[in-house]
């Protein structure tokens, strides 16, 4: 099963709000509200920073959001600061029998 | 707040079996609440997949490499394990081992790289 599309990379400058997006089919993104974001600076581990679309866990700040239409899910970041500089990842539950799918991964640069 | 720590070789020969272990610490892999899961990410690329294990045994695999790969655990040692055999240089990446809970993995390790080179 191919991965979920995200654009390869985004930009903004800091104090600007982005929008990373997160495309699926019905099996996956559309079907269920198990889309989850992840925040992976350069040689880390990757951070949880959204679940089940728009929820946050805790210590993550509220400049991160999550949303989904129909197989799309968007991760929005408002306030972008030099920090937030990293590559970031959906990932969905999947009825298929890959059961877990990622996205390509979103590399944000803050100018 | 669950802590995870992959071991195993940072070297595999081609053709071999690759074997690394989860230890787990501050929760309990006999815990109902978690699937306990192993992912990769290939040098410059994105994340993969690779399966999970529940505390009763139940699994599931990646079909992309379900012919080679064995994800097991023992309660004994709060512990977890993958093997995968016949490996290839493709196969050279970043595996993390990581907890999933409610459709997310909410704890990841700090990865292990292992290269596969002769």
């Known amino acids: 099963q191919s991965a979920l599309t995200q654009p390869a990379s985004v930009s903004g400058s800091p104090g600007q709000s982005i929008s990373i997006s997160c495309t699926g089919t019905s099996s996956d993104v559309g079907g269920y509200n198990y889309v989850s974001w992840y925040q992976q600076h350069p040689g880390k581990a990757p951070k949880l920073f959204i679940y089940?679309?728009?929820k946050r866990p805790s210590g993550v700040s509220n400049r991160f959001s999550g949303s989904k239409s129909g197989n799309t899910a968007s991760l929005t970041i408002s306030g972008l600061q030099a920090e937030d500089e990293a590559d970031y990842y959906c990932?969905?539950?999947?009825?298929?029998?890959?059961?877990?799918?990622f996205g390509g991964g979103t590399k944000l640069t803050v100018l | 707040q669950v802590q995870l720590q992959e071991s195993g070789p940072g070297l595999v020969k081609p053709s071999e079996t690759l074997s690394l272990t989860c230890t787990v610490s501050g929760g309990s892999v006999s815990s109902g609440t978690y699937y306990w899961n192993w992912i990769r990410q290939p040098p410059g690329k994105g994340l993969e997949w690779i399966g999970y294990i529940s505390y009763s045994g139940s699994f599931n695999y990646n079909p992309s490499l379900k012919s080679r790969v064995t994800i097991s655990v023992d309660t004994s040692k709060n512990q977890f394990s993958v093997e995968l055999n016949s490996m290839t240089a493709a196969d050279t990446a970043v595996y993390y081992c990581?907890?999933?809970?409610?459709?997310?993995?909410?704890?990841w390790g700090q990865g292990t790289l292992v290269t596969v080179s002769s």
């Open positions: 990932s969905s539950y999947s009825s298929s029998s890959t059961n877990v799918i």
């Open positions: 990581a907890s999933r809970r409610n459709g997310c993995f909410d704890y």
């Open positions: 089940d679309v728009t």
